[in-house]
């Protein structure tokens, strides 16, 4: 068996700096599955120190009631009470539950927080990969569909047994959101968090220099073949490369479509990146539109101060008229040869 497994951390959204630009305070961690990058201008050192550890708390704290791996999280119990009663959730699980249904509705559920039983099926990250038969993803098709997660105020419920929530598409940019918040309640103006690809800046790297974002290649994760400045906004990017594995001359990916329960290619989509306000939203909306289509491209221009870019296999790039017109943007492109 011809097998490849690559989890791509910095997914392929990558910030690029110049040696000759002031030095910033970073700090790494690894939380939510992925790693996690705080950067900004440290004028007080200890005030930033205070920030940067209050940010990764936040996102901790996120993460222990989103995670569906954690036995404890708010998740994990909603999951494994499905079909029975109504469960009791925090303020922030409410409400990502409820945007994601949003976006569920939008996309007539290319986007489904229930796709999990399908996930649970693709062992992405065991060292032998067995595919699922089809039987098995036919059954777990039965247990996927959106409007079967109720919510009434403070309380959800999964209305039948055998349904399960997986967050990973909008809970982690839930959690650059707030851990921004929070930088900007202790008083820091310039800052960016990377979530593994997931990602917003505020401010200016320096007086004269904005944060420059670099679009990492789908097919060779050591090139870029775009990049554009950023501030205060949010940018998401779902690719077929961020986890993934080869059998037999065919890829497998994790962005599976909860219309089939396997890796969305009916699309010829590799790499969807959206640009929004949140990074929730740019989040949601990045897997949708890799699981839609760049046709999906005419219903993103709806959305308010929100655009997209949409690269296939061939290497055809469509975007959405403001996506090329963001500050300092260039486009390289595949170059000959590279498309693979």
Same mark, same amino acid.
């Given at each position: !068996?011809?097998?490849?497994?690559?989890?791509?951390? *910095?997914?392929?959204?990558? *910030?690029?700096?110049?040696?000759?630009?002031?030095?910033?305070?970073?700090?790494?961690?690894?939380? !939510?599955?992925?790693?996690?990058?705080?950067?900004?201008?440290?004028?007080?050192?200890?005030?930033?120190?205070?920030?940067?550890? *209050?940010?990764?708390?936040?996102?901790?704290?996120?993460?222990?009631?989103?995670?569906? %791996?954690?036995?404890?999280?708010? +998740?994990?119990?909603?999951?494994?009470?499905?079909?029975?009663?109504?469960? /009791?959730?925090? =303020?922030?699980?409410?409400?990502?539950?409820?945007?994601?249904?949003?976006?569920?509705?939008?996309?007539?559920?290319?986007?489904?927080? /229930?796709?999990?039983?399908?996930?649970?099926?693709?062992?992405?990250?065991?060292?032998? $990969?067995?595919? =699922?038969?089809?039987?098995?993803?036919?059954?777990?098709?039965?247990?996927?569909?959106?409007?079967?997660?109720?919510?009434?105020?403070?309380?959800?419920?999964?209305?039948?047994?055998? !349904?399960?929530?997986?967050?990973?598409?909008?809970?982690?940019? #839930?959690?650059?959101?707030?851990?921004?918040?929070?930088?900007?309640?202790?008083? $820091?103006?310039?800052?960016? +968090?990377?979530?593994?690809?997931?990602?917003?800046?505020?401010? &200016?790297?320096?007086?004269?220099? =904005?944060?420059?974002?670099?679009?990492?290649?789908?097919?060779?994760?050591?090139? &870029? $073949?775009?990049?554009?400045?950023?501030?205060?906004?949010?940018?998401?990017?779902?690719?077929? %490369?961020?986890?993934?594995?080869?059998?037999?001359?065919?890829? #497998?990916?994790?962005?599976?479509?909860?219309?089939?329960?396997?890796?969305?290619?009916?699309?010829?989509? $590799?790499?969807?990146?959206?640009?929004?306000?949140?990074? !929730?939203?740019?989040?949601?909306?990045?897997?949708?539109?890799?699981?839609?289509?760049?046709?999906?491209?005419?219903?993103?221009?709806?959305?308010?101060? /929100?655009?997209?870019?949409?690269?296939?296999?061939?290497g055809k790039t469509f975007f959405t008229p403001g996506f090329q017109t963001q500050p300092g943007f260039i486009y390289r492109g595949f170059e000959p040869g590279m498309i693979g």
């Amino acid at each position: !068996m011809n097998r490849f497994i690559q989890i791509l951390i *910095l997914s392929t959204v990558l *910030l690029v700096s110049c040696s000759q630009e002031e030095p910033l305070a970073r700090r790494t961690q690894i939380l !939510m599955g992925t790693l996690v990058e705080i950067a900004l201008k440290q004028s007080d050192a200890e005030k930033s120190r205070q920030a940067v550890d *209050l940010a990764f708390d936040e996102i901790k704290r996120i993460e222990n009631l989103f995670s569906s %791996y954690l036995p404890d999280s708010e +998740i994990s119990r909603l999951n494994r009470n499905a079909g029975d009663g109504w469960e /009791t959730l925090s =303020p922030e699980t409410i409400e990502v539950l409820k945007r994601a249904q949003f976006w569920s509705e939008w996309s007539q559920g290319a986007f489904d927080i /229930t796709v999990g039983p399908a996930v649970s099926l693709w062992k992405f990250d065991e060292a032998e $990969i067995i595919l =699922p038969k089809s039987e098995e993803i036919e059954s777990a098709l039965n247990l996927i569909r959106y409007k079967d997660l109720q919510i009434q105020g403070n309380q959800a419920r999964l209305a039948r047994k055998g !349904m399960s929530v997986q967050l990973g598409a909008i809970g982690k940019g #839930y959690a650059v959101d707030r851990a921004i918040k929070i930088l900007q309640d202790e008083g $820091i103006s310039d800052a960016f +968090i990377n979530a593994g690809g997931d990602l917003k800046s505020i401010g &200016m790297r320096s007086p004269k220099v =904005p944060w420059r974002i670099g679009l990492q290649h789908p097919r060779y994760p050591d090139k &870029m $073949i775009g990049a554009f400045s950023l501030s205060r906004r949010a940018i998401a990017t779902s690719g077929d %490369y961020q986890k993934y594995f080869i059998q037999e001359g065919q890829r #497998y990916h994790h962005i599976l479509n909860p219309k089939t329960g396997r890796p969305a290619d009916e699309n010829g989509v $590799i790499s969807a990146t959206v640009l929004a306000n949140s990074v !929730m939203d740019a989040d949601a909306l990045a897997t949708a539109l890799f699981i839609m289509g760049p046709q999906a491209l005419e219903q993103i221009r709806l959305i308010e101060n /929100t655009e997209a870019m949409v690269i296939l296999k061939t290497g055809k790039t469509f975007f959405t008229p403001g996506f090329q017109t963001q500050p300092g943007f260039i486009y390289r492109g595949f170059e000959p040869g590279m498309i693979g």
